[in-house]
């Protein structure tokens, strides 16, 4: 009785063996390595660690939030090479349906641009898929100057003020 040679490989298939060839050798042509198995999740986690050692506390802080918050829960599971603008544009509107401030939503999708960029420079990503996704930063609302007669009539019901900043106003 003859023996058997078994081979083993990280792959299911020869098919999927040849399709992660394909996927090598399209790296090397353009000089990008998507990693297929990464998820956002997991990049984000990583960018974000990264970011910690660079940024002011109270940044820091803000992304931390964007990214648990935000981010993480909607896109986490996601391979980051699967990750279109087509995500980013449902998850926007999806927020701004559910009646989030687009102010919020502005600075949670400017986070996931900013770290999606990394990405794109350290050859993980071939595009931004945010870079475009994200809408248009919303228009701060007009702000009106009071009279002298308001803001003295502000003082004087507002109790314990410490500090009165004043600026100039021009119409």
Request: hydrophobic residues 35%; charged residues 25%; glycine residues 6%.
């Amino acid at each position: 009785m003859g023996r058997k040679t078994r081979r083993r490989s990280g792959y299911r298939s020869e098919q999927d063996a040849r399709h992660a060839l394909e996927l090598v050798l399209a790296a090397e042509r353009i000089g990008v390595f998507e990693d297929p198995k990464i998820t956002v999740g997991a990049y984000l986690l990583e960018w974000l660690a990264l970011k910690e050692k660079t940024l002011k506390a109270s940044t820091y802080a803000n992304y931390h939030a964007y990214v648990h918050k935000d981010l993480l829960p909607t896109f986490g599971r996601i391979r980051l090479v699967e990750l279109k603008a087509r995500h980013i544009e449902k998850w926007s509107t999806d927020q701004l349906s559910a009646e989030r401030g687009p102010v919020a939503v502005y600075r949670a999708g400017s986070v996931l641009r900013s770290a999606l960029g990394p990405a794109v420079c350290g050859k993980r990503l071939t595009y931004n898929p945010a870079r475009r996704a994200i809408r248009a930063r919303p228009a701060s609302p007009e702000r009106l100057c009071w009279t002298s007669l308001q803001a003295a009539g502000s003082l004087a019901t507002t109790p314990r003020i410490t500090r009165i900043s004043s600026g100039t106003c021009s119409r």
